[in-house]
């Protein structure tokens, strides 16, 4: 599966972003779908992620509460809504695809797609 991020931008703490990742090729509802962040000079870590029917989801304790992960299988679409925005939360955005949970919620999927900004000023 191809996958093409977009939404990251500037915002002030506080403040809302909402990220969009498009799906092309095989079944997306087959697929787990996941959010990492990687911060300059750190690793990339995991934010959320969300199972094939939406009906489940895990999110990382560092943004539990203010993300929210959301899937839309008809138009082939992962959104992560995020809110109350802190500085720390800068970062580039990846979403991610595998038929596999684990492989996931583990940082080792199998698609990735190309990162998207996102930039929190204080």
């Known amino acids: 599966v191809q996958l093409q991020a977009s939404g990251g931008g500037l915002v002030q703490a506080g403040g809302s972003l909402r990220l969009s990742c498009a799906a092309s090729?095989?079944?997306?509802?087959?697929?787990?779908m996941g959010w990492f962040r990687q911060a300059p000079g750190k690793e990339r870590e995991f934010v959320a992620a969300?199972?094939?029917?939406?009906?489940?989801?895990v999110y990382a304790d560092s943004v539990k509460g203010r993300f929210t992960i959301s899937r839309d299988n008809a138009k082939s679409t992962v959104t992560l809504q995020m809110n109350s925005l802190k500085p720390e939360d800068t970062a580039v955005y990846y979403c991610?695809?595998?038929?596999?949970?684990?492989?996931?919620?583990?940082?080792?999927?199998?698609?990735w797609g190309q990162g998207t900004q996102v930039t929190v000023s204080s």
């Open positions: 991610a695809a595998d038929i596999k949970y684990s492989a996931v919620v583990r940082g080792s999927p199998g698609s």
């Open positions: 090729g095989r079944t997306f509802s087959s697929y787990y």
């Open positions: 969300i199972s094939w029917s939406g009906g489940s989801t």
